[in-house]
């Protein structure tokens, strides 16, 4: 517990403001407070809430305004929390007040008081119905539903069954079940059938021996730091891994956090953990209710919940007596996040391991090149997981390279090589599912004129539109601008406008021309917002779809026991990115959709379409060779100069006027220069325009500062930080600076 400040002490207070520094402010004469406490300020003209820090190191020369008002008699970040918040800004270069709201439900930090007890509806079953009884067809669904299960919320019941109100009251009239309101929780996943998320068990399962001896060695290490990367191939049983260690964790009396990359996985991963170890879940995601998203906070930090699964932001979660951190797909990029703080969640995570002498996990079937160096300079332990863990006799699934610069096509369009629909028809008379993978929504990436070449481009990108023929709209997929798609071309006004290249919304088209007995489903963007996404995967694990079409969303840890069959399309896509982590990307995906075949009892075969299939990146992911490709694309790292070979910060420079932005990116960078080292380990690069020069009718401006070391990255930035700091030098832009940056577009 943090020491209580005496009334009328002076304290800096960390206020939720894109600010650089704390702020020094007086306690009331009659109220004390401890560092971590929420207080109401006065900042100019607005009224904020703020954190106390601590007691200030020097007293200020200027009048210092009071503390308006103390909003909690203890404080409600520990030292602990307040220890990452400080890291966060020092090492991200981050406002400390944005730093410190991380560690808080949004409502806490806005000053809201704790939630309300919510009020539930209640059903329970009281007595079958007689057998002459005649019932609906939503009655007699609830009946057998709530038979089974005997109580649960009138929210879940209607979710499960499709029942209304009115059906529950007529049911209580004959008195089949009765309706009571009850003080709950607020349940995140509450109305999800977590059940139609993958078939769980109860049991523990036998582990492998490299499960069983990588849980030894974490478990020996409670109560000590250290980081481990598991690699294991796909389908090597992480997870169980992971959930054996948990409950050694509970059987001690402590707790565990779970980071996973997408908001989509955590219900799958939390009926996963409900099964095993009950109701003690707790998540943590930006895209919970707030009020849910407070109340489990608060559940959390009472010990009530002491296991938390969720995206980057869980890694604050409140934990009492934390026993380990576990980041699972440890290489996925959306553990970084892209506004300001510009935290990464794995690097969180090994830094509150460190500081609470926990251990950390680090799991991925594809390591990134960050952990894979750090297990070379022995900053992370390699625990190894070669073998799928069900089936282990069976190999990897087989991998066909199909080369598509000399195949014959079974569609028009060119999209499915007859190899591949010849595999696909042999799936469907198996009663086996298939997976269709190809990097690029909408049906085709752009509208080109046949006659001029002009291509429909966005009116406030620098990007072409996508077309969309099922929604009949040209959309722009980095501000959503939307469009009908002209008759003529606006160039040359020739009639000829054409569809170029292709994505899911025509694959899903051309395959049910192809296969017309198929049931095909689709996974992007498009077709998977809120609930959809929940009840696409439902639909596909009762096998009420044959084939599943998708983007990335579809190597994102899925277990789909029947899929026996991976398809990729334009396996080369993303090797042409502006991006020197282009190849890693791309292995990755690579990698980690093929492991979706076989994962079952039957054995799994994946066939790739490329026009390179003679591409490094292509030949190591096909023979599922992680560390021969980390070990190779080590090397040319470091003949390039690139993470992890060195450190980068990358200044984003942003606003409507190109001249001013302009400007103020030479600015920033003569300031960066200015602070450079004559011994080159430092390089700023020249300022100039960003890939995407204009998004959302905004000019777009970059510099690059690239280091051998971390220590002289720091000096160049903090010797540049009086300019590119100042917000008031630069009226109408935005700078932005982004430490060990992974999106350069």
């Known amino acids: 517990m943090a020491p209580q400040l005496d009334p009328g002490s002076l304290v800096d207070v960390a206020l939720p403001l894109p600010l650089q520094q704390a702020f020094t402010y007086a306690l009331p004469a009659d109220v ?81 008081a704790a939630p309300d007890a919510r009020t539930v509806k209640m059903v329970t079953f009281v007595a079958a119905p007689a057998a002459d009884t005649r019932l609906g067809t939503k009655m007699a669904a609830v009946m057998t539903w709530i038979e089974a299960h005997r109580e649960a919320s009138a929210e879940t019941v209607r979710a499960a069954t499709g029942a209304t109100a009115d059906t529950l009251k007529r049911l209580q009239t004959r008195g089949l079940v009765a309706l009571r309101d009850d003080d709950t929780h607020r349940d995140p996943l509450a109305g999800v059938n977590l059940a139609n998320l993958g078939t769980h068990t109860s049991q523990d399962l036998a582990l492998t021996a490299e499960q069983r001896a990588a849980v030894d060695v974490v478990i020996a290490s409670f109560g000590t730091y250290h980081g481990y990367l598991l690699h294991g191939v796909t389908g090597s049983g992480k997870t169980e891994v992971y959930l054996t260690i948990i409950r050694e964790a509970l ?53 009530e919940l002491p296991v938390v699964v969720g995206a980057r932001s869980a890694i604050y979660a409140p934990v009492p007596n934390l026993a380990v951190v576990i980041v699972d797909e440890e290489h996925e990029p959306s553990f970084k996040q892209e506004n300001s703080p510009r935290y990464h969640g794995r690097d969180v995570a090994l830094v ?37 863990a069900t089936n282990a006799e069976r190999s990897m699934p087989e991998v066909t390279i199909v080369d598509m610069r000399s195949r014959l096509t079974a569609d028009g369009e060119g999209i499915f090589s007859n190899d591949l629909c010849d595999e696909l028809k042999k799936c469907l008379e198996a009663g086996e599912q298939s997976l269709l993978f190809v990097n690029r929504r909408g049906f085709a990436s752009s509208i080109q004129c046949k006659a001029c070449g002009h291509t429909m481009a966005c009116d406030h990108c620098s990007v072409s539109y996508t077309w969309h023929r099922k929604k009949e709209k040209l959309v722009c997929h980095y501000c959503d601008a939307r469009r009908r798609l002209p008759p003529i071309c606006p160039a040359c006004q020739h009639q000829g406008l054409g569809e170029v290249g292709f994505g899911t919304e025509q694959v899903e ?97 994946v066939l790739v379409q490329t026009r390179q299939p003679e591409h490094p990146t292509i030949r190591f992911a096909m023979k599922h060779d992680a ?84 220590q002289g990255l720091r000096h160049v930035l903090a010797g540049a930080r009086h300019v590119w700091a100042d917000a008031r030098a630069f009226p109408g832009v935005q700078v932005a600076l982004d430490i060990d940056p992974y999106n350069f577009l």
């Not at 109701?279 to 930090?301: F, T």
């Open 627 to 710: 560390v021969g490709f980390l070990e190779s694309e080590q090397v040319i790292r470091d003949l390039r100069g690139f993470p992890p070979s060195a450190h980068l910060a990358l200044f984003r420079v942003v606003g409507k006027h190109a001249d001013a932005v302009q400007l103020a990116c030479e600015r920033i960078h003569a300031a960066l220069v200015g602070a450079q080292p004559d011994d080159g380990s430092v390089i700023v690069h020249p300022a100039q325009p960003a890939p995407i020069e204009r998004i959302s009718d905004r000019s777009r401006f970059q510099v690059l500062v690239r280091a051998a070391a971390r």
């Open 509 to 605: 088209t051309v395959l049910k021309t192809l296969l017309p007995n198929a049931r095909v489903g689709r996974m992007d963007r498009d077709t998977t917002r809120g609930h959809a996404l929940l009840r696409l995967l439902t639909a596909f694990r009762k096998h009420e779809l044959d084939i599943l079409v998708g983007t990335q969303m579809l190597a994102k840890g899925h277990d789909f026991p029947r899929v026996t069959l991976v398809g990729v399309l334009l396996a080369e896509q993303g090797l042409a990115f502006p991006d020197f982590r282009a190849s890693e990307r791309t292995f990755h995906l690579l990698t980690q959709i093929s492991g979706r075949a076989g994962r079952g009892d039957r054995p799994g075969r």
């Open 251 to 303: 059987a001690r009396g402590q707790g565990a956090i779970v980071l996973v990359p997408e908001i989509a996985l955590t219900p799958q991963l939390v009926a996963r953990f409900r099964a095993r170890l009950g109701d003690r879940i707790a998540i943590q995601h930006s895209g919970l209710d707030p009020v849910a998203r407070h109340e489990q906070w608060l559940r959390i930090r009472a010990g």
């Open 32 to 112: 004390g407070a401890a560092a971590g406490t929420r207080v109401r300020v006065t900042f100019g003209r607005q009224k904020l809430v703020g954190v106390v820090l601590g007691p200030t190191a020097t007293r200020p020369t200027f009048r210092v305004r009071a503390v308006d008002e103390v909003l909690d008699p203890t404080p409600v970040l520990d030292a602990g929390q307040l220890a990452i918040a400080r890291w966060i800004s020092e090492y991200y270069f981050a406002p400390i007040g944005e730093a410190v709201a991380l560690q808080m439900p949004p409502r806490m930090v806005d000053g809201e």
């Open 352 to 388: 509150r391991g460190h500081l609470a002498s926990i251990p950390v996990i680090l799991g991925s079937a594809t390591p990134s090149m960050e952990s894979w160096a750090n297990v070379g300079r022995q900053k992370l332990i390699r625990l190894s997981l070669s073998q799928r």
